[in-house]
């Protein structure tokens, strides 16, 4: 187990790494529709998610809320909310809706906190306004739909890379497997158990990072901590919570007003009128 300042810096990397392959990728179709890549951006895309996982048979709806706490420029304290509306039906696939970009105070939050990340990729001139994004992970395409000027960009993996693979892992098994791993001795884990949270049975740990010599006054003091509550049964992170207690910063991600309904096939589809651009990776 690495300390949070290695983990960021790792995230920071692969998340640029990621950002610019899928960029490149893209661009380059767009420019010689070439038949394929040899790299499965959309199966990557969909395995990635940090809220909510791709499986079948578990529909819902939902909103998901983020809470960014942070400081602007000036040190003044500074509060975003952002939601987005999602949905998943039994088909496995996964409706992302939002009505602004995300653009939080703390830089982080660019990294842990947005669920998907290929819009940027596909239209990285976007600024703000309402998006969709629709992932239909086992037929290898993904559908980002821009309300504004009507226009749908449809992503699509070429039949020679292999298809998307739903996970037989029990959703919360990537966080549950550190309460066996052997940590620092400044790294706490706690199991919290199960509660009900937003209607839904979770399991939550709390992971804390204390301060070491080389932090001065916070020696022994708790620096980080990060808290989750997820659902094995619906697939999905009901509550995370991100909190640098030196910064006095916060980042709270929540689903709430969650529906177990089968939601309108319509939601997945391109609405008419719209101008669609494709392209094969």
Same mark, same amino acid.
């Given at each position: 187990?690495?300390? =949070? ?8 990397v ?14 380059t179709?767009? /420019?010689? $529709? ?7 951006y ?9 809220? #909510? ?14 809470? =960014?706490?942070?400081?602007s ?7 975003? /909310? ?28 660019r ?9 940027? $990729? ?16 086992f037929n290898?395409?993904?559908? #980002?739909?821009?309300?504004?000027? /009507? &226009? ?6 070429? $039949? ?5 693979? /739903? =996970? ?6 990537? #966080? ?19 509660k009900?949270?937003?209607g ?8 804390? &990072? ?18 989750s509550?997820? =659902?094995?049964?619906l ?21 709430? $007003? ?9 939601l ?8 669609v651009?494709h392209?094969?990776?």
């Open positions: 187990m690495i300390d =949070s300042r290695k983990t960021l810096a790792w995230l920071v692969v998340s640029t790494l990621i950002s610019s392959l899928a960029a490149a990728s893209i661009s179709l767009a /420019q010689d $529709n070439s038949p394929c890549t040899g790299i499965n959309v199966g990557f895309g969909c395995g990635a998610f940090k809220f #909510v996982r791709v499986e079948q048979n578990k529909p819902f709806m939902a909103q998901r809320t983020v809470t =960014s706490v942070g400081y420029s000036d040190r003044t304290n500074k509060t975003i /909310q952002w939601t987005e509306h999602v949905a998943r039906d039994s088909f496995g696939r996964i409706r992302f809706g939002q009505s602004e970009a995300f653009n939080p105070p703390n830089a982080i939050d990294i842990l906190m947005p669920n998907h990340e290929i819009e940027k $990729n596909v239209i990285p001139d976007y600024g703000s306004g309402p998006l969709v994004v629709i992932f239909d992970c290898g395409k993904s559908t #980002v739909l821009e309300p504004g000027p /009507q &226009v749908a960009h449809v992503i699509q993996t070429c $039949n020679t890379l292999p298809p998307f693979q /739903q =996970s037989s892992q029990p959703y919360a098994r990537p #966080v549950t497997m550190i309460l066996s791993a052997k940590v620092p001795p400044n790294i706490l884990i706690e199991d919290l158990g199960y009900e949270v937003e839904i049975m979770a399991r939550g740990i709390r992971r804390t &990072v204390l301060g070491t010599d080389k932090d001065g006054e916070w020696k022994g003091r708790a620096i980080t901590v990060w808290e509550w997820m =659902s094995d049964d697939a999905i992170t009901v509550l995370y919570v991100h909190s640098d207690l030196r910064k006095q910063t916060e980042s709270r991600s929540s689903l709430t $007003n969650i529906r177990r309904v089968e939601p309108e096939s319509a997945f589809q391109i609405p008419p009128n719209y101008n651009s392209f094969t990776q």
